[in-house]
């Protein structure tokens, strides 16, 4: 009599859970989801012996008192370490934590392809890139009477929204450019600077925190998507852009630059808002530019499709099995 094999229990660890509606619950929720096909899973804000086979967890420094028990009570048992860009650009420079979760982890993914190169040499060769996924859908019309742009993001210091404020109230002249942002308050000298900057700007709206699918619906309904964070290891708002045909500026960072690629036309120096109210402005009143960053992104946008990284992330659990045998 044939047995169905069981299916491998995965947990993954993610210390932001839905109330936080942030990139890193963003991609465990999606893998859980993804991984569901053939493995058992579930998204938990901290390991404390819950029985699995492979732990998946996100954050090498929030999640790294999980990773350190998990090793130390099955040291036999994949344990999988994604890096955030926190972890990538700042933590594992100076954080033991961040450092010991990277030496613990059997496996190491990074979200984009620029990431590799920020791990020290030695730890290379056990990382990986898997690519966030997102559903595409379709572009708006192209800017009729004004452009609409859209920045995307909880107000804290690596996502830097004090360049988008300079460069807004440098464009405070184009009634044709309308710019919303949407985020909570991470650090409240940022939301201080957002209202000085409205009463300056009158095409510039600050709609506060949205939930996703609102925020996602707005992505799609802009022209233009600008990011000018100075850390990401890889921003859901850029890949959520490319699947809209919604055109991205960004800043000039590795989290980008890996996922729109380095000839991206849309890329600026991080901190310059002149450059960035220039890109704007052109985006603006250049249709072929608006039409080449669309294109660009699109080129990129098989990178960021659903089966691609559902492939991945079964051939990361696999191979984190065969490689390591479970105890029971």
């Given at each position: ?37 053939s ?45 955030t860009?926190t ?6 420079l ?13 496996r ?14 030695p ?20 800017p009729q ?40 308050v991470?650090?409240?000298a ?20 949205r939930?996703h ?35 991205v500026?960004?800043s000039?960072?590795d989290?980008?630059?890996g996922?729109?690629?380095?000839a ?6 991080p ?35 659903p ?5 991945a992330?079964?051939?990361?659990i696999?191979?984190?099995l ?7």
């Amino acid at each position: 009599m044939n047995r169905t094999p069981r299916q491998p229990v995965v947990l993954i660890v993610s210390p932001a859970l839905a109330a936080a509606n942030n990139g890193n619950w963003q991609t465990a929720s999606r893998w859980a989801r993804l991984l569901r096909s053939s493995c058992r899973t579930e998204v938990i804000g901290a390991w404390s012996g819950q029985p699995c086979d492979v732990l998946i967890a996100l954050h090498a420094r929030r999640s790294a008192a999980s990773v350190e028990a998990f090793t130390a009570a099955h040291p036999t048992r994949p344990c999988i370490v994604v890096l955030t860009g926190t972890d990538l650009y700042r933590d594992i420079l100076t954080d033991a934590t961040a450092q010991a979760s990277l030496q613990l982890a059997t496996r190491l993914v990074v979200l984009q392809e620029q990431g590799l190169a920020a791990l020290p040499a030695p730890l290379r060769d056990k990382a990986c890139v898997i690519y966030p996924s997102v559903t595409p859908r379709q572009p708006a019309p192209p800017p009729q009477r004004a452009l609409h742009a859209v920045w995307v993001g909880h107000l804290r210091a690596e996502k830097d929204p004090l360049t988008l404020l300079r460069a807004a109230t440098r464009l405070v002249h184009r009634q044709d450019i309308r710019i919303d942002l949407i985020g909570s308050v991470l650090e409240p000298a940022l939301a201080d600077a957002v209202q000085g900057a409205l009463r300056d700007v009158p095409r510039l709206r600050w709609l506060g925190p949205r939930p996703h699918a609102q925020t996602r619906a707005r992505i799609q309904r802009a022209h233009v998507l600008i990011n000018s964070s100075v850390m990401e290891g890889g921003a859901h708002v850029v890949m959520e852009a490319v699947q809209s045909g919604t055109a991205v500026l960004a800043s000039r960072i590795d989290g980008n630059v890996g996922l729109l690629g380095a000839a991206h036309d849309g890329l600026f120096a991080p901190g310059d808002d002149a450059q960035l109210a220039g890109l704007i402005e052109r985006t603006r009143d250049d249709a072929a530019f608006l039409a080449r960053l669309r294109s660009q992104g699109a080129g990129r946008s098989a990178l960021f499709e659903p089966a691609a990284e559902q492939r991945a992330l079964h051939q990361l659990i696999t191979t984190a099995l065969a490689e390591h045998t479970p105890q029971h």
